[in-house]
């Protein structure tokens, strides 16, 4: 029985070397004997003898292979979407099983302990409650990202084993798992849970062409797989950025388990087009694979996206007039990377960075720098660092800095940040920081930003209002400040908002001077008790102080209409966040747009240059003066059109290329003092916006993608070679000195090159993953060129397009580390075999240090106070002078030479021993007559 040869009373154990025992053996004989002939080192004292064999044994690299006494037996259950059926049932009551059997065995002497690890898109600890997986992060499954993970928890000073539950479908590869687990000394060993195909429906694929010409049809091919002689519903959905439209529906009668559908829809307006086509059947037992997606692009050039929260219809007007098709959206807050895809080159007029949402402004920094698009953005009181884009992406593009130099006189700013600490703010974000902490770092961060003449007080409320920092002149205190909020914790209950306002709005004294702000944040899900708030924040306006709202969670929680009414009331922004990794950057952004304020409404006189050639044909009317701009500084690299001549000689009008795009600046507003627009306004903006949106000519070249599964295959084709006569063309001259170059840029605002494979000669191809639920996009650069791709979405059941290439991997990785897939799981706890090396080096090494200390103690000390029976070496060295001698004849060289008092009466053969009390006794009589001597000679 395993069980009997499992608990055996004797453990096992021996030493083991790196190096082979003949190899290092032979090695110390060698030393040894060459310092015994050559060095006289006198090595073969027995002292000597156990110092060279344990450094022998350390250069051996020596250490103990024990077996354990402890296992530690690591389940990894994995709990995405394609384990949601019997596999998952199966999975729970294998740890049933495997944590009955280790109760049965774990006795005295030999210690079972078991760990249970979930996986999907990330892995955490079955004990931690505090962390759940969303349905996104169910669509992947990551078993490489696992292991390392359970290897990174493990305790190197016991034995372990990982148990690995799963049905085998994997979202990534295992690169580095193999490796890994030699270097920990792990076993691996692994359960398939299995679906059964034959009682399946699902879209394997869903392909066409990824991008067409306006006034073409879209190509469609659906590729399913089925119960043979069962029917199913098939339906096909068409979504334009809108709703989704039902484009096909029929019953589809399998005749083999595989079969093929083509559709064709015809497309009249451009944009991104994405497809989802859905299996619907009897006796299905996996829901998780019934749909396929992909996307399509209509190309329309010439196309500007208008941004603009307030609306412009004349300035939409003129760019229509100016042959521009103009995409403009009543709901700002909904743009995102598709909006971006339609369209050349994007119009930001005056409007603040916190109505756009996090994804579009990150989004604009690809668009431009990679994609070859462009930005222009129009000055006002919202824009600019008035509008919060201090400090983000988008400030990056523009050819002006949003700085803030000391020759900027501006009023002091008197900030009130009121901090949720409610209890729904002690829920965890990442496993170790909590919401609480995002919200500290965020009031951490507006500090930060605000000048040492600024003032500063935080409040933290749940039921109360406590004040952290009183109201104070920043100085130089700003690191004590930064320091109490770090400390602010939840405390429970929830946030009373009236207590919140008048505490905030108390910080304020009736002398307060320049500009005041109060940050209220709060749990759009937790804000209670307002009370009289429409009367608090009335009197806060009556004494010019304003109010703004973030709040951590979306419009659809019950008190997201509280806090909206709040914000419009205090007439400050209004933010939603469900994400708190966010909280930092909205809080800088929110305090920027307060204490970076730099529109100067005074009157100044406008100098046009040259430069405004580079962008227009015809000559522009400039107007003599300008009634207020946003104060920027220009870039090194940058051409300034248009600059105030005033004492900061800032530009009005700049413009420059940023990587494959280009970027320009409108910095002064376009309504004069009077009211009235000044004419040639509109013209201008439709200059910069043609020269933005300029692009390389593409002839001679193709650039295509299609969507395969968890996949995108690229190819680019140049007709274009690269020879003498067409290098003289931009493209020809591009094509031979460039490499065309490939980059990807996920959700994550993270752009990565891809490396391209030539196919045959001007034609390369690329294939690069999708991430389930994320959009990719991407650009092709080729010098100057740019050719923009996506975004494309990656199905949602990405991980059911895994094969079986993917099981035989992991089995071929728990092979070759003595791991095996467990088809009893009574055997989970079988005798492991696992051994732990216990490295002997150190000990080694310390043990020679003692014995060093030991011989110089001995030959320094020892044989100085007391009499030292020597120990003859056990071999005689040769007949040479040794060190130790030559130096014990140097020392005496150096003594002077005493006369002995009975030299002559001694044999030299023979000294007899000399009794030193009797010595000395007779060295103080003869001392005592010779002074007794000169005394009476006196």
Known sequence: MWEEQMWEDQMWAELQFALPFWKWSLLVVVLALASWQYFNLDIFRPLRIVLTILLALAAGNMSLLRESSELHLW?????SLSMSHEGDKSAREAEAVIEAERQGLDRPGFKLRSHKILFAAEAIKQSDASL??????????????????????????????????????STEGYEGVSSALQENDVLLDYRIFQHSPQQDFAASSLTSASIINLGEAALLKLKVRGIPEKKAQIRVFRNNNSSEELIYKDTYKFRGNDGEIHLRDNLEEPGIYQYRAEIIGNDDQISANNQAITSVRVSNRSAVLLVSREGNPALEKALKAGGFNVRSSSDIASLGLIDLALVDTVIIDNTPALSLRKEFLQGLHFFVTEQGGGLLMTGGRSSFASGGYFDTAVEELLPVTLEERQDLQRPPVNMVIAL?????????????????????????????LLRSSDHIAVYAVDTEARPVIPSQEIGGDRGKIIGKISQIQSEGGGIYIAKALKAAASAFSADTKGRKHIILFADAADSEEPGNYKEIIEEMRKNEITLSVIALGTEADSDSALLVDISRRGEGSMVFTNSARELPAIFAQETSSVARATFLSDPSKLLSTAATSEFSRQAISWPETVSGYNLTYVRQEAHVAAYADDRYRAPLVALWQKGAGRAAAITFAAQQESGAIWPDYSQLVISLARWTSAQVKREGISFSYRQRGREVELYFASSTGADEGSANTPLGA?????????????????PQEVTWSEIVDGRWQAVVPLRPGEKLSGALRLGSLSMPFGPISGSSAGEWQSDQQAINQLEQIAR???????????EAWRNPGIFKRYDMRWLLLLLSLMLILAEVYINRFASRSRAVVKVPPLLKPPARATLAQLWRKAEKSQEKP??????????NKQTPKINLQENLRLQREQRFRQIRKKSDQV
């Open 420 to 448: 949720d600490r409610s209890g729904s703010m002690s829920a965890a974000v990442d496993g170790e920081l909590t919401k609480m902490d995002m919200a500290d770092h965020g009031a951490m961060r507006a500090v930060e």
């Open 132 to 169: 759940t997986f969303d349905e996104r992060a169910r669509n992947e499954s990551r078993i490489g990202n696992a292991i390392h993970y359970a290897l990174g928890q493990m305790d190197q000073n016991s034995a372990n084993r990982i148990l690995l539950l799963t049905d085998g479908y």
């Open 75 to 79: 389940i990894l259950r994995d709990v």
């Open 898 to 907: 005493e006369k002995a008092a009975s030299a002559g009466e001694h044999d």
């Open 816 to 826: 070759s580390n003595g791991g095996r897939e467990l088809l009893n799981l009574n």
């Open 734 to 750: 591009s094509l031979a000195q460039f490499m065309p170059r490939l980059i990807l840029n996920y959700q994550d605002n993270n």
